[in-house]
Nanobody, 125 residues
C-alpha cells in the first residue's frame, strides 16, 4: 500500500530554516503530483506547496519566496525547504499524494488521497 513518511520537523527560532522530507513507497512516485499541507491548532488544513510529476510548482501566496518544494524521483522523496520562518508557520506539516498519476498541483486537500502522519514544526518568536 501507499505510504508517505515525513521527517525534518522541529523547533526553530523565527528567521531560521528547516527542510522537510517526505519518503514515498507503494506508488510510481515519478508519475505523481506531491503536495505539502499544514494544520495549526484550531485551524483547517491548508495548502502550502505542490509539485507535479513534470516538475511544475505551485505555492500558497504566503509561502512564495520563502518556501521551495522539490522532488528527487530516484529516491522517491519530496522536500520542502522553508526559510525565513515565522511564528505563524507553526503547524503540523503533511505531505500528500492524489489517487491517480499525473494531474496538476491542486490546492484542495480533498483532491489528495494519501497522507503522511505529519511532522511538527514549531517556530519560536
Amino acid at each position: 500500500q501507499v505510504q508517505l513518511v515525513e521527517s525534518g520537523g522541529g523547533l526553530v527560532q523565527a528567521g531560521g530554516s528547516l527542510r522537510l522530507s517526505c519518503a514515498a513507497s507503494g506508488l510510481a512516485f515519478s508519475l505523481y503530483t506531491m503536495g505539502w499541507f499544514r494544520q495549526a491548532p484550531g485551524k483547517e488544513r491548508e495548502f502550502v506547496a505542490g509539485i507535479t510529476w513534470s516538475g511544475n510548482t505551485n505555492y500558497a501566496d504566503s509561502m512564495k519566496g520563502r518556501f521551495t518544494i522539490s522532488r528527487d524521483n530516484a529516491k522517491k522523496t519530496a522536500h520542502l525547504q522553508m526559510n525565513s520562518l515565522k511564528a505563524e508557520d507553526t503547524a503540523i506539516y503533511y505531505c500528500a499524494a492524489p489517487s491517480s498519476a499525473y494531474g496538476s498541483a491542486r490546492t484542495s486537500a480533498r483532491m489528495y488521497e494519501y497522507w503522511g502522519q505529519g511532522t511538527q514544526v514549531t517556530v519560536s518568536s
